[in-house]
T-cell receptor, first 112, second 112 residues
Framework: QKEVEQDPGPLSVPEGAIVSLNCTYSNSAFQYFMWYRQYSRKGPELLMYTYSSGNKEDGRFTAQVDKSSKYISLFIRDSQPSDSATYLCAMKDPGGYQKVTFGTGTKLQVIP | DTEVTQTPKHLVMGMTNKKSLKCEQHMGHRAMYWYKQKAKKPPELMFVYSYEKLSINESVPSRFSPECPNSSLLNLHLHALQPEDSALYLC???????????FGPGTRLTVL
């Protein structure tokens, strides 16, 4: 079993839809959670960072962490064609020095 | 300035060539990273430098040689690479225990 599981997609949605992207993890030591957006042939861009259970909102993006279920989500409201990219979840435990564990990424396509 | 820059953007080299990839950040981050990313896969950690000292080497073959000349610069020296080393090479930097990693745009390497 991988430490972090993420559905690879692809996920296709119409413009304006609410998108839900999810990751599950097995290591209860993970405390810091990140979401990255990666456009084709570009470097990952940090979208959201959370370190506690609950929700964190930034514009159209909401990150949700449920540590009891070992489950994190990224919601995108009013999705736009420019949101079409691969979304990677990433997480770290405080004792894990500088290593971050990435999910495999979910490819999202927003259809105009 | 929240940018990590990488040069060159693209590199094609033969198996007998010697080349170098360069990375620069001016965010005052004291940890810098090299990752390798194959198509449709998450980034794979290669090396971590912390305070200009190599702190993690993920059993990377010796044909890859990292160097950190100062706190803002990171190099990756390449020699006698194999075609399977063709990939997107990403540099990242971070600060503190939160370990939010900021990535550069990457160098797309092709080994012939």
């Amino acid at each position: 079993q991988k430490e972090v599981e993420q559905d690879p997609g692809p996920l296709s949605v119409p413009e304006g839809a609410i998108v839900s992207l999810n990751c599950t993890y097995s290591n209860s030591a993970f405390q810091y959670f990140m979401w990255y957006r990666q456009y084709s042939r570009k470097g990952p861009e940090l979208l959201m960072y959370t370190y506690s259970s609950g929700n964190k909102e930034d514009g159209r993006f909401t990150a949700q962490v449920d540590k009891s279920s070992k489950y994190i989500s990224l919601f995108i409201r009013d999705s736009q064609p420019s949101d079409s990219a691969t979304y990677l979840c990433a997480m770290k435990d405080p004792g894990g020095y500088q290593k971050v564990t990435f999910g495999t990424g979910t490819k999202l396509q927003v259809i105009p | 300035d929240t940018e990590v820059t990488q040069t060159p953007k693209h590199l094609v080299m033969g198996m007998t060539n010697k080349k170098s990839l360069k990375c620069e950040q001016h965010m005052g981050h004291r940890a810098m990273y090299w990752y390798k990313q194959k198509a449709k896969k998450p980034p794979e950690l290669m090396f971590v430098y912390s305070y200009e000292k190599l702190s993690i080497n993920e059993s990377v073959p010796s044909r890859f040689s990292p160097e950190c000349p100062n706190s803002s610069l990171l190099n990756l020296h390449l020699h006698a690479l194999q075609p399977e080393d063709s990939a997107l090479y990403l540099c990242a930097s971070s600060q503190g225990t939160r370990n939010e990693q900021f990535f550069g745009p990457g160098t797309r390497l092709t080994v012939l």
